[in-house]
């Protein structure tokens, strides 16, 4: 049963990141399950030193991915096309952590179409490689395959991922977390 969602995604870096936090619980909570936002936590005012400061926040999120239930990450490109590698991170350790993982992204699309149409700079001039020669995944899926593979993919937003992950939720059986 999901009691508690960690809430992983690029939200953290929105200027409005508090109220965006805020807003993802407040909708949690219609669903009947606790959201667990990064920034729930604040840095201890003593801890000054940056690398310090990034550990303790690796720790925390940590700490509340250990503690959900589940992860719900949004997956849309962030900064390019690609969804936030911090995300991606998150993604894989609760995977690992066996953990049920739900990404919403905004489009229909495989990772290549989705590319070509938010990010047609990325594209080489033949439409298959990147401008960089390099090769562009495509196997119908929403995003890499490391990601679309483990993780039901959703298009649409936060809350139209929560009701996938209920309706999931009531259709499976998940092992428990406790």
Request: hydrophobic share 40%.
């Amino acid at each position: 049963m999901i009691r508690s969602l960690y809430l992983a995604g690029p939200d953290v870096f929105r200027p409005d990141a508090h109220a965006r936090g805020l807003e993802l619980k407040a909708l949690c909570a219609q669903f009947d399950i606790e959201g667990l936002f990064p920034l729930d936590q604040d840095v201890p005012a003593h801890i000054t030193d940056p690398g310090e400061r990034a550990a303790w926040i690796y720790d925390a999120n940590i700490g509340l991915i250990e503690r959900a239930d589940a992860v719900l990450a949004n997956l849309d490109f962030f900064r390019g096309p690609e969804p936030d590698s911090g995300t991606c991170f998150e993604v894989g350790y609760a995977v690992a952590k066996g953990k049920p993982v739900f990404g919403y992204i905004p489009e229909h699309g495989s990772f290549a179409e989705r590319i070509r149409e938010r990010h047609p700079q990325a594209i080489g001039p033949d439409g298959v490689l990147d401008v960089h020669g390099w090769n562009i995944e495509e196997f119908g899926l929403p995003l890499n395959l490391m990601l679309s593979v483990p993780a039901p993919l959703v298009v649409g937003d936060a809350c139209t991922a929560l009701v996938h992950l209920v309706r999931y939720q009531h259709a499976h059986t998940f092992p428990d977390t406790d």
